[in-house]
């Protein structure tokens, strides 16, 4: 047997519990044709479309809630519509841009009542809202179990104030927003994605790469590090965490939704002392710095767990 069609026999007799999400990604867009003018594709927060003479450039993101998963059927769904369009936002702030239009999938039992598929809009429609967003359409479609919202959302952002996960380089100071872990106790329902703080960002400082915490600080920052060719250092005791928790939830819970980003370690106490200015309720905390080494590294290595996986 060849080796290309042996590793393929491999492939097709693994499961998706053995490959995990970002190899399957990379296995399923192998070969994908990507179009014109795409400046990122799949691996960063969104899809990046647009010509490098454009002062404008359109971002892509899709992203689903599931019953079960993302949410309890006993959740009050305002918050369950809230939650779906806000994930989809936070990958939006990450880029530095602005959310513009969305369509909203939602498959539901028979069964459901039409109160409830009401009052999911009525959440999807407040967080539109809040953040300047037109909800132009989509589709409902029959679930013979656990009902899910999907959200389809474009956005833009200024061409040079767009950040990928690749610009980070060795040295840079590695900053995060709020505070981390324990967003199960309710916070995952109710978080506002950091659209306008990465706004802010963007427009006063130069952030070399960025990307929004949705699998855990220990599965993201990681991430972001092979992204820029980097390792990474964290300082454990300056991980700013939630009430009640520990490193470990501050680097395995996931669902935190704040912005985890790099830039020059000359401008971190610049950012610093701004920041404090700017957003007194939101802490901003140096957790690390990126480093030549491809192998990432922590205070104590039995400390650093790795976030979620959908199919871990």
Same mark, same amino acid.
């Given at each position: 047997?060849?080796k290309?069609?042996?590793?393929?026999? #491999?492939a097709?007799?693994?499961?998706? @519990?053995?490959?995990?999400?970002? @190899?399957l990604?990379?296995?399923?867009?192998?070969?994908?044709?990507?179009? +014109?003018?795409?400046?990122?594709?799949?691996?960063?927060?969104?899809?990046?479309?647009?010509?490098?003479?454009?002062?404008?450039?359109?971002?892509?993101k899709?992203?689903c809630?599931?019953?079960?998963?993302?949410?309890?059927?006993?959740?009050?769904?305002?918050?369950?519509?809230?939650?779906?369009?806000?994930?989809?936002?936070?990958?939006?702030?990450?880029?530095?841009?602005?959310?513009r239009?969305?369509?909203?999938?939602?498959?539901?039992?028979?069964?459901?009542?039409?109160?409830?598929? +009401?009052?999911?809009?009525?959440?999807?429609?407040?967080?539109?809202?809040? /953040?300047?967003?037109?909800?132009?359409?989509?589709?409902?479609?029959?679930?013979?179990?656990?009902?899910?919202?999907?959200?389809?959302?474009t956005?833009?952002?200024?061409?040079?104030r767009?950040?990928?996960? #690749?610009?980070?380089?060795?040295?840079?100071?590695?900053?995060?927003?709020?505070?981390?872990?324990?967003?199960i106790?309710?916070?995952?329902?109710?978080?506002? %994605?950091?659209?306008?703080?990465?706004?802010?960002?963007? =427009?006063? /400082? @130069?952030?070399?790469?960025?990307?929004?915490?949705?699998?855990?600080?220990?599965?993201?920052?990681?991430r972001?590090?092979?992204? #820029?060719?980097?390792? /990474? =250092?964290?300082?454990?005791?300056?991980?700013?965490l939630?009430?009640?928790?520990?490193?470990?939830?501050?680097?395995?819970?996931g669902?935190?939704? =704040?912005?985890?980003?790099?830039?020059?370690?000359?401008?971190?106490?610049?950012?610093?002392?701004?920041?404090?200015? +700017?957003f %007194? @309720?939101?802490p901003?905390?140096?957790?690390?710095?990126?480093t030549?080494?491809?192998?990432?590294?922590?205070?104590?290595?039995q400390l650093?767990?790795?976030?979620?996986d959908?199919f871990?």
């Amino acid at each position: 047997m060849k080796k290309s069609q042996s590793s393929q026999a #491999s492939a097709a007799s693994q499961t998706l @519990r053995h490959f995990g999400e970002d @190899r399957l990604i990379a296995e399923l867009m192998r070969g994908a044709p990507l179009g +014109k003018n795409v400046i990122a594709g799949a691996g960063d927060d969104c899809a990046v479309i647009g010509r490098r003479a454009d002062r404008e450039w359109l971002l892509l993101k899709t992203d689903c809630v599931i019953e079960g998963i993302h949410f309890e059927k006993s959740a009050d769904p305002r918050r369950i519509g809230w939650k779906a369009l806000a994930r989809a936002m936070s990958d939006i702030a990450a880029m530095g841009g602005l959310p513009r239009h969305a369509l909203v999938t939602i498959a539901a039992s028979p069964d459901d009542s039409v109160a409830r598929l +009401k009052a999911i809009y009525s959440g999807l429609k407040k967080c539109a809202a809040r /953040f300047s967003t037109g909800i132009v359409g989509g589709e409902t479609a029959r679930s013979p179990d656990a009902l899910f919202v999907a959200i389809t959302l474009t956005g833009f952002v200024e061409k040079n104030r767009c950040v990928l996960r #690749s610009g980070g380089r060795a040295g840079d100071a590695v900053f995060v927003t709020g505070r981390l872990g324990g967003s199960i106790r309710g916070r995952h329902l109710d978080f506002a %994605p950091r659209v306008f703080e990465a706004r802010w960002l963007t =427009e006063n /400082f @130069r952030v070399r790469a960025m990307m929004d915490l949705s699998d855990g600080l220990g599965s993201d920052l990681p991430r972001l590090a092979r992204a #820029s060719r980097c390792g /990474f =250092e964290i300082f454990e005791k300056k991980l700013p965490l939630n009430t009640r928790c520990t490193s470990e939830n501050a680097l395995a819970d996931g669902e935190d939704y =704040e912005l985890l980003f790099t830039i020059a370690p000359r401008d971190a106490d610049s950012l610093e002392k701004t920041w404090r200015k +700017k957003f %007194p @309720r939101l802490p901003l905390t140096r957790i690390g710095a990126l480093t030549r080494s491809h192998q990432p590294s922590t205070i104590n290595h039995q400390l650093f767990p790795s976030g979620h996986d959908h199919f871990a």
